[in-house]
């Protein structure tokens, strides 16, 4: 698809500002990327376009970013997967993340989002946005309070000014936590991990510290017209989300699941698209009551969550305790899973941790989607079959979600020249092998028939 074709279409139907997918949507019109995101996951177009006019679809393609190929993020959609990248103020190499974006898109990300919060920030994110083939996502707040000494020196003006700048630059769907209110910083006292989420606990300290209302809250109007100039889709940010499990599906993470409900309201009658965000750390058993208190709450808005983590005591595995909370997560209707990585919890990600979270999230994002039925899901799995069938190892690498690690682990133990025609690997060797000793008798019984 051509995007920038695409995109001089919108601007020429609307002169100085296109309308966005949301309203295309709306007014019954399938745009060229509608048209192309529906193709690709095999979904009647029509359907689509129904699903985003009613907001329990989005295609997050800013305008500025004619780099990116438009996709879906929405429950009767694939599941989705997110790498978070970006630097810290220990860390900052703009090589290195770009570095980490191409494992991310290598490996299967459908998005990945920018979470730097040190060195040239915008010099890393337009990098960044000028190499990604897939959309980009910031936490605005982040470069914000970057430009300060402290968060009570953020003022109003300046969040939505970093939010128009990035916009600008070609953000795709930005992250907001601008549905935690005065009223529920009392409602975590009780909590014992508090506030987790970084952008959540920067704007309660400033409302704290000024004992005033949450300025994206107070502003929202105003963030609400930057987004539908570049057509950015909001991503309503879990400030609440639980860090725990003693925390999970408390007072203050529905409290704030309430507001989402109502400001993802407020932006699709402005014609902007929204995901909402979720949590966190949620016991097994609580997952499938949370994806459905937010269908209820939340108008069926797509649901971008964090892992669930499933369990607190596996720090340096998280990435396997996020997989088993994502493939339930997405069984019962989340739309996008945030990737965790094997550092959650102990330090920055690099390129191999990015590699580990991306591969577990897919695989989570998969099981879902195979286990729902999605058009086309189950095509590679059956694929996968008959290659281990036919000892097609050429195959079963091509058809891998990690291919080289498969081909890694093969080779350990099976000679060079033999791997390509070997029927059999290392666990069995030829004499023990049950595949080919199941070819042997599917031979005998084509005789005997």
């Known amino acids: ?9 919108h601007l020429a139907n609307a002169g100085d500002g296109a309308p966005t997918q949301l309203r295309y949507a709306r007014d019954g019109i399938i745009t060229p990327e509608i048209e192309y995101a529906a193709t690709v996951e095999g979904l009647d177009p029509e359907f689509v376009r129904q699903e985003i006019a009613d907001g329990r679809m989005i295609i997050p393609v800013n305008l500025k970013h004619p780099e990116a190929l438009p996709f879906l993020i929405g429950r009767k959609a694939l599941c989705k997967v997110n790498a978070n990248i970006g630097s810290s103020a220990i860390v900052a190499d703009t090589d290195y993340e770009l570095r980490k974006l191409k494992m991310a898109i290598k490996y299967g990300a459908d998005t990945a989002m920018d979470l730097s919060t040190g060195g040239d920030i ?58 935690i209110l005065l009223e529920h910083i009392p409602l975590v006292n009780s909590r014992t991990t508090g506030i987790v989420s970084r952008g959540g606990s920067l704007i309660a300290c400033w409302m704290a510290e000024h004992d005033r209302e949450n300025p994206f809250y107070t502003h929202y109007d105003q963030l609400l017209e930057i987004c539908r100039k570049y057509d950015v889709s909001l991503s309503l940010g879990d400030a609440l989300r639980p860090g725990c499990l003693a925390d999970a599906s408390d007072d203050a993470q529905f409290a704030e699941l309430t507001v989402h409900g109502e400001l993802g309201r407020r932006a699709r009658e402005k014609d902007v698209q929204v995901m909402i965000e979720g949590p966190g750390h949620i016991p097994f058993h609580e997952i499938e009551m949370n994806m459905k208190k937010e269908q209820e709450l939340c108008d069926d808005a797509p649901f971008y969550v ?75 799995d059956d694929a996968m079959a008959k290659a281990r069938f036919s000892f097609d190892w050429e195959e079963q690498f091509r058809l891998a979600l990690d291919g080289d690690r498969a081909r890694e682990m093969h080779d350990e133990t099976l000679p060079d020249v033999a791997y390509k025609t070997a029927e059999y690997c290392s666990m069995c060797g030829e004499k ?16 005997r028939s």
Do not use: W
């Open 306 to 380: 964090l892992g669930p983590v499933v369990t607190d005591i596996a720090p340096g595995y998280d990435h396997i305790t996020s997989a088993i909370g994502g493939t339930m997560a997405a069984y019962h209707g989340a739309a996008m899973l945030c990737y965790v990585t094997p550092k959650e919890h102990l330090g920055l990600p690099d390129e191999n941790d990015v590699r580990e979270g991306v591969i577990a999230s897919k695989i989570a994002a998969h099981a879902a989607d195979v286990a729902l039925g999605k058009p086309g899901a189950r095509d590679r």
């Open 1 to 9: 698809m051509n995007r920038h074709d695409s995109i001089k279409q």
């Open 122 to 179: 915008p010099g890393i994110r337009n990098a960044i946005l000028r190499n990604s083939t897939v959309p980009i996502g910031t936490v605005p707040i982040y470069e914000a309070i970057a430009r300060v000494e402290s968060p009570s020196d953020i003022t109003p003006e300046l969040l939505l000014e970093v939010v128009e700048e990035q916009a600008a630059q070609g953000v795709d769907y930005m992250t907001v936590h601008a549905s």
């Open 432 to 447: 023990f092998c049950a595949m080919r000793i199941s070819k042997e008798l599917q031979r005998y019984s084509d005789e």
